[in-house]
């Protein structure tokens, strides 16, 4: 059963930065396939924000392209999302998310961290 937690949330004001961190843990060796960052917003359906996909390509939302980057350490089986230039609009509960392949196993399974609040107001 592979964990995933995220740390670096918390408030900033309009224009500011914050860091997210992901890091995946298991008993079991594994393989991570996919890794990303998610949010959902009150009211609203959780989105993609930014992904490195199956095939080693980054997906970024419209929405944030050219003020968030995301980076991952494969060593360390972490994700990080540098969020820039932030704007209230921005605020949500944002969700690691990983496809992993644990030893043993045949097939790829999705897995979630329990999320991290991100609130932009001043």
């Known amino acids: 059963q592979v964990q995933l937690v995220e740390s670096g949330g918390g408030l900033a004001q309009p224009g500011g930065s914050l860091r997210l961190s992901c890091v995946a843990s298991?008993?079991?060796?594994?393989?991570?396939?996919?890794m990303g960052w998610y949010r959902q917003a009150p009211g609203k359906q959780r989105e993609l924000v930014a992904a490195?996909?199956?095939?080693?390509?980054?997906n970024y939302a419209d929405s944030v392209k050219g003020r968030f980057t995301i980076s991952r350490d494969n060593a360390k089986n972490a994700v990080y999302l540098q969020m820039a230039s932030l704007k209230p609009e921005d605020t949500a509960v944002y969700y690691c998310?990983?496809?992993?392949?644990?030893?043993?196993?045949?097939?790829?399974?999705?897995?979630w961290g329990q999320g991290t609040q991100v609130t932009v107001s001043s």
């Open positions: 490195f996909t199956h095939n080693g390509r980054l």
């Open positions: 298991s008993g079991k060796l594994f393989v991570v396939a996919a």
């Open positions: 998310h990983a496809e992993v392949m644990e030893y043993g196993s045949d097939w790829y399974v999705p897995s």
